[in-house]
């Protein structure tokens, strides 16, 4: 696709439910990111996946939240049993190549309510 | 300006005027640094970057200044026009963290009609 496309745009959940966040990177982009952003909040970094190489998973704030990277492309964010902080904008972005100075490109987000 | 918990630093400025939005970064080996705005509901979206061998640089509209002295970085915004309201953030790599950005808590720039 053109951009980063993100789904769901929204999700409501109950607590104690799991959700999966999706992600299609920009086609060609082998690094993929992970950002949280709460209510009037800057990027807080959860994870990043490079090609093939294990995924930086030290932004993580829990084991309830887990992400993978199938065949290099699509990445899918599963948060389990969330929690009422778990309620935020999930961000993804991508760029070209880890290994040098590249900018990012963003989704729109997924806008997680966990009530 | 750095973000102090729920309520971001604001930057209210009348159209035709200029903005500038300042940022402290915090690492001394930074050398890439980028600016993003993100209006609301969308995600953030690149506006300049610059590399830390500069200390300034033009695109249309808005100007980067790098002082690497005292780690500040500035986004100056010519003839502010209200589609220029956004939050806006300044975020900083440094080479040993591959392309891993470090970003600031975001400036909210308010335009007046």
């Known amino acids: 696709g053109a951009g980063v496309s993100q789904s769901p745009s929204n999700k409501v959940t109950e607590k104690g439910k799991d959700v999966e966040l999706r992600c299609d990177p920009i086609s060609g982009h082998t690094a993929l990111y992970w950002y949280r952003q709460s209510l009037g909040q800057g990027l807080e970094f959860l994870i990043y996946f490079q090609g093939n190489s294990a995924p930086d998973k030290s932004g993580l704030p829990s084991d309830r939240f887990s992400a993978e990277r199938t065949g290099g492309s699509v990445s899918t964010l599963t948060i389990q049993r969330t929690q009422q902080e778990d309620s935020a904008v999930y961000l993804c972005?991508?760029?070209?190549?880890?290994?040098?100075?590249?900018?990012?490109?963003f989704g729109s987000g997924t806008q997680l309510s966990v009530l | 300006g750095e973000s102090v918990g729920l309520h971001l630093p604001t930057l209210s400025v009348q159209e035709g005027d200029n903005s500038i939005i300042n940022c402290a970064y915090s690492?001394?080996?930074?050398?890439?640094f980028i600016w993003y705005k993100q209006e609301s509901g969308k995600g953030p979206q690149f506006i300049i970057d610059i590399r830390s061998n500069m200390d300034k640089r033009q695109g249309q509209r808005v100007t980067v200044l790098l002082n690497k002295t005292v780690k500040h970085l500035s986004l100056q915004i010519a003839a502010t026009q209200p589609g220029d309201s956004a939050v806006y953030f300044c975020?900083?790599?440094?080479?040993?963290?591959?392309?891993?950005?470090?970003f600031g808590g975001g400036t909210r720039l308010m335009v007046k009609p």
């Open positions: 975020a900083e790599n440094w080479a040993n963290a591959g392309n891993m950005l470090t």
């Open positions: 972005a991508s760029s070209f190549d880890r290994s040098t100075n590249e900018k990012l490109f």
């Open positions: 690492n001394s080996a930074s050398d890439y």
